[in-house]
């Protein structure tokens, strides 16, 4: 159970060998058994660690979770706190002043850890509840599978996945079942290829069925390794739901409980499923540092993200100082306000680690950078372990040394996508036959028909790529929201440069000129054939951006050739091509906010571009609710709407995700006619060029009758 490489374990044989050392120690700890302690804590740590390298290996889907990754940050940090105390114990000749009190600052340390392990299992039951295994099989299983008759398909609808390929199909569910009946599952789960990658196989199967359904992998995705089922699942997350019972006997009335606030009734309003809606300052603090917010999984990043739209650095560490500070209940016996009141000084300590450590901007929250590190030098490093306050100071330290520091959340989430999906190398090496006129600068005899081969696709989309990354990673996705947040609203936040905003608009400026060029390109053919073939080069163009995830790229192109006021109608378009407008089409769907493109962006463990048309959108709709609102059980009470700051935050999380790099050969003579080309769509306004195309199809469309 030890080694290093700990195997997936059942946690109804394995935890009662995990928590019997515990007991010991605690019946060691009542005992005030010294010796006993001093022989036993070893193994409770080892214990603990072997649990948390075992949960490591829950699936990516899980723990790629933000709520999951908070979790497990507070078990290290409370197990910090027990191995601040326990490792005194290695000095043979250590005694301490009082023995009764040493103890029961252990035991106390050692219940918070139990607390977070207890949490975190909770965490990950919720989180694969979410997962949504696809009933169907793997399609190397369906290609196995006997051809169904129309009568069986039409009388007996899962036929084909109870009966059709029985060995294999059996082996898939039995093998996913067993590695789900454990608590750990070794490998993330891999959903089988449909979409757009369809497209690129024979086209056997009928339209309808094709592009109904979601847009998942690339079409050189690794095949399935294993399929999950339903029944695997609610297994999994039984087993958990188990080891969280058998933790109960430990530390049950000795948890923290959720003590209510005198003034919680007029500062805090909560929706119909217990959500939290409105809230004073001082109120979301004292919720944030309590347990009742531990199922709020997004409320620390709406907290950290929109703080600075409703507050002040200043007012926001003085309302974590308070609740540090803020008086117990009478109620509580000595023991459960100690434990009750450690409970609390601990989340406030790690909410303070969180902000500075990954939310911190040096240039806003100077103000309080003294206040801060003076209240980690006097109450935390009295009150808390050292290394929980030198942790603090050294964050501290970090973001003082780092000049313009702005927090490590980008840095954190690229290194979690790249941890668990690394990104391969985009390489080109054909080269186009007019290279010499491009490198010349001859780029007006150049045109895409040049282009118009696997290999030359392949070398104008990787560029494409290369030239929207290079100005998507000049800003950061939080500037960007506060950027349009002072668009929607017509006023200033909190300082937000100008250079943030003009990084931000040279990005979309770039994706409409992408699709102006594009549009441009199908107007100007001189006959109705030699536009669709040019429709039907874009749309293959913007198939290869999807591939790779280049939504921007793809979204410019694809609507290009969507825009039948310019284009005209596309009845003679051929089959693959009308699929793929269809697919495209509804990847991008209005109609429901573009949810595909949304759960692609959340789903994907790799380099992605977004296209702006879905967060400007959403952010900006979200400004025109009101900033405060009166509680509605007391009027006059105006408190904060976090239903405004919810949508930005899952809009900057998103767009976070899309920092991850792409890692591109740069083919500069390419990126160079592709740029001045483009650019060149900027010099006069949107609706100049709306003007401008109109006239050339009117004009290619007269050529065209008159040939």
């Not at 009190?101 to 694969?128: C, F, H, N, P, W």
């Not at 980690?376 to 490093?381: G, I, K």
């Not at 001859?442 to 040049?450: E, G, H, T, Y």
């Not at 959108?617 to 509605?632: A, F, L, M, S, T």
Request: hydrophobic share 35%; glycine share 4%; charged share 25%.
């Amino acid at each position: 159970m030890l080694s290093l490489d700990t195997p997936p374990f059942d946690i109804e044989r394995t935890n009662p060998a995990i928590l019997d050392p515990i007991r010991l120690f605690r019946k060691a700890a009542d005992a005030q058994d010294f010796s006993s302690i001093r022989s036993l804590y070893r193994d409770v740590v080892n214990n603990l660690t072997t649990v948390m390298r075992s949960m490591s290996r829950i699936p990516n889907n899980v723990r790629d979770a933000s709520s999951y990754k908070s979790a497990e940050h507070g078990v290290w940090l409370y197990r910090l706190l027990f191995m601040s105390h326990v490792e005194l114990l290695d000095d043979e000749g250590f005694e301490p002043d009082c023995r009764r009190q040493y103890i029961q600052q252990t035991l106390q340390s050692l219940d918070t850890v139990m607390s977070s392990l207890k949490g975190l299992m909770q965490v990950a039951e919720r989180e694969m509840r979410q997962l949504k295994p696809l009933p169907e099989l793997p399609e190397e299983c369906e290609e196995d599978a006997e051809p169904e008759t129309a009568e069986s398909n039409t009388d007996q609808p899962h036929t084909r996945q109870s009966n059709g390929g029985s060995s294999m199909d059996r082996t898939c569910v039995e093998e996913a079942a067993d590695e789900l009946g454990a608590l750990v599952e070794p490998q993330a789960i891999k959903r089988s290829r449909r979409g757009l990658t369809a497209i690129l196989k024979p086209l056997s199967v009928s339209l309808r069925r094709k592009i109904s359904q979601p847009f998942l992998k690339a079409a050189n995705a690794a095949p399935v390794e294993q399929l999950t089922t339903r029944t695997g699942h609610a297994r999994a997350t039984a087993n958990i739901r188990n080891s969280i019972a058998l933790f109960s006997e430990l530390f049950d009335g000795k948890l923290e409980n959720s003590l209510p606030h005198p003034d919680d009734s007029t500062e805090l309003f909560f929706d119909r499923n217990g959500v939290l809606q409105l809230a004073s300052l001082k109120g979301l603090v004292r919720y944030l540092t309590s347990a009742a917010s531990d199922d709020d999984l997004d409320l620390p990043d709406v907290f950290f993200l929109c703080f600075r739209y409703f507050s002040t650095p200043t007012l926001v560490l003085e309302a974590f100082i308070e609740r540090y500070r803020e008086d117990l209940p009478d109620c509580l016996s000595p023991d459960q306000a100690s434990l009750q009141s450690m409970h609390v000084k601990m989340r406030v300590a790690r909410l303070l680690i969180q902000w500075v450590d990954l939310h911190w901007r040096h240039s806003e929250d100077q103000e309080v950078f003294s206040p801060l590190l003076e209240f980690a030098f006097s109450d935390l490093s009295r009150d808390l372990p050292h290394k929980v306050s030198s942790k603090l100071v050294e964050t501290l330290h970090t973001a003082a040394c780092s000049g313009e520091h702005k927090g490590r959340r980008i840095e954190k989430t690229i290194q979690l996508i790249q941890g668990s999906s690394p990104a391969e190398e985009l390489r080109s090496p054909w080269e186009p036959r007019d290279k010499k006129a491009i490198v010349k600068g001859a780029f007006a005899n150049i045109k895409l028909s040049n282009f118009a081969s696997p290999q030359g696709m392949e070398l104008l989309t990787h560029q494409l790529t290369a030239l929207l990354w290079e100005k998507y990673k000049d800003f950061q996705p939080e500037d960007a929201a506060r950027f349009w947040v002072e668009e929607a609203t017509e006023k200033s936040t909190c300082s937000v440069s100008t250079d943030a905003g003009t990084k931000v608009t040279t990005y979309a400026s770039f994706e409409k000129a992408l699709h102006l060029w594009a549009l441009d390109i199908i107007v100007s053919a001189q006959s109705m054939e030699d536009r669709l073939e040019m429709i039907q080069f874009l749309l293959e163009w913007a198939l290869q951006c999807h591939i790779i995830r280049n939504y921007a790229g793809s979204w410019a192109l694809f609507s290009a050739c969507d825009r039948q006021s310019l284009v005209g109608s596309l009845l003679n378009i051929d089959a693959r091509h009308e699929e793929i407008l269809v697919s495209l089409r509804l990847f991008f769907s209005h109609t429901n906010r573009m949810k595909a493109y949304k759960d692609a962006i959340q789903s994907g463990h790799g380099p992605t571009l977004p296209t702006f048309v879905l967060f400007v959108g959403d952010i900006k709709r979200q400004c025109g609710n009101e900033e405060c609102v009166d509680h509605p059980n007391a009027p006059g009470h105006k408190l904060i709407n976090l239903r405004r700051y919810r949508p930005l935050t899952r809009a900057i999380r998103d767009m976070e995700r899309c920092h991850t790099p792409y890692h591109i050969q740069r083919v500069d003579y390419v990126c160079q006619w592709m740029e001045e080309v483009i650019c060149s769509y900027l010099n006069c306004p949107e609706a100049e060029w709306e003007d401008i195309l109109y006239e050339k199809r009117y004009d290619s469309v007269f050529c065209s009758r008159r040939s």
